[in-house]
């Protein structure tokens, strides 16, 4: 199966992981998904070998933001009418706690979709969805002919 | 405390990367200090890349590599007291992107410094600066000092085979 029919499969938990697969840098981070009522929950597994501050310990930022970055890219894909992997414009990340060495989770918001470009935002928490480690928005440009 | 030599810069960098074991893992190297600005190298590898059909590095890889260079070029200002500076906020503009397989690079010095916070900016490149592929702009709040020199007596993080 080629990229463009991979991405236009419906996006449940098999295609999510699938997609997830594919990419080099979403595997070799571990990133997983689980979708329920067609809500994405986007998964970074505990994993010592991504912390960036050893005397916390605190998982490295950079990674928090790969992570919360490539979730806003396959939520927007899971919402498109014709799925392509789109390209980051920009990315805005604010740290709102330390993100502790276990599993961390996202969900995404594709605030708006246009034709060429959309903003997506993200919300990554760990024991407590109302106590956000970290948000983020994202501009995606949408490759095709427009 | 008193200013770090152009050496002991180095080897506080060069430490800071072989105890973080996410810049182990990457193999992130120091490529140069300038004054007061650091330059980090992070070498191209298959796991990196985000586009499996361009073969083109994951946009969060450039971020993690702006994150750990922007961070760390406080080391290598002279005029701040060192100390522990979580990151407040970190946007980063993807101005292109680097051919497949090559190294990556990111430049950084903190602009501004007020008592409690550094504003640092960062540029990702490959081959030569004259070839941005993304700009970081950040914030670091101040906290507690920290004495740099405790860096160089940490053991180093074993590379996993």
């Known amino acids: ?146 | 405390m008193p200013k770090l030599t152009q050496e002991e810069k180095a080897e506080v960098v060069e430490k800071m990367n072989r105890i973080i074991p996410h810049t182990v893992l990457l193999g992130v190297s120091l490529e140069k200090i300038e004054g007061n600005e650091l330059t980090l190298r992070l070498p191209f590898r298959e796991e990196l890349v985000g586009n499996p059909e361009t073969g083109v590095i994951h946009g969060g890889a450039v971020t993690v590599l702006l994150d750990q260079t922007m961070g760390v070029s406080a080391v290598c200002a002279d005029d701040l007291q060192p100390s522990v500076t979580p990151t407040l906020d970190l946007r980063i503009d993807h101005l292109g992107v680097a051919p497949a397989g090559r190294d990556i690079f990111a430049t950084a010095h903190v602009y501004h410094s007020t008592r409690r916070i550094l504003f640092v900016q960062g540029t990702a490149w490959y081959d030569s600066p004259d070839n941005p592929i993304a700009r970081g702009t950040g914030t670091w709040a101040r906290t507690a000092p920290i004495d740099l020199t405790w860096f160089l007596d940490q053991p180093s993080e074993e590379a996993p085979a």
């Open chain 1, 1 to 146: 199966m080629n990229l463009e029919q991979l991405l236009s499969r419906k996006p449940d938990a098999e295609t999510l992981a699938s997609w997830l697969h594919k990419v080099p840098y979403a595997r070799f981070l571990g990133m997983q998904a689980d979708v329920t009522a067609g809500e994405i929950l986007f998964i970074l597994p505990e994993n010592k070998q991504l912390i960036g501050n050893p005397s916390l310990p605190a998982l490295h930022g950079g990674v928090v933001g790969a992570f919360m970055e490539q979730a806003a890219a396959f939520e927007l894909v899971a919402k498109m009418e014709q799925p392509v992997l789109p390209k980051i414009i920009d990315f805005s990340l604010d740290y709102l706690r330390p993100v502790r060495v276990q599993t961390a989770y996202a969900k995404c918001q594709v605030t708006r979709q246009g034709k060429l470009v959309a903003n997506v935002s993200v919300t990554t928490w760990q024991e407590d969805e109302t106590k956000p480690n970290a948000t983020a928005r994202a501009h995606f440009l949408i490759p095709g002919e427009n």
